[in-house]
């Protein structure tokens, strides 16, 4: 069927047609989901950009800190771009080579807990 090509249409444009049909229930679960998604996808964003400022600032290179944490470089640059979802072997290891220990902050400084 050389020459037979599929229409195309945006995911967007298919997606919104499907949310109609929807009922209340789904669109507030389809809500709290995308929160979630939102909320993951920022948190795997933050790790990168914190991994890659440690890195940084021990003047390696992706490649350098692939020799001393056993990790591979290609994984490393996916962490780093927020794609990656490093398991805690993974970010234990990174740590270690960099020579720094994984640590929880808040995000806000205004979510800091009350004593």
Do not use: C
């Not at 049909?21 to 389809?30: D, L, Y």
């Not at 795997?44 to 003047?59: E, K, P, V």
């Amino acid at each position: 069927m050389q020459g037979d090509t599929m229409p195309s249409r945006s995911y967007s444009d298919v997606a919104k047609k499907a949310r109609v049909k929807w009922s209340p229930e789904a669109h507030e679960i389809a809500a709290v989901l995308g929160e979630q998604l939102d909320a993951e996808v920022s948190d795997q964003i933050a790790l990168g950009h914190d991994l890659t400022a440690a890195r940084s600032s021990a003047h390696l290179t992706q490649p350098q800190l692939a020799v001393l944490s056993g990790i591979q470089q290609a994984d490393i640059s996916r962490i780093e771009r927020g794609l990656g979802n490093p398991t805690r072997d993974t970010l234990l290891k990174l740590a270690g080579a960099l020579n720094a220990r994984l640590t929880f902050v808040p995000k806000h400084q205004d979510e800091a807990p009350q004593s």
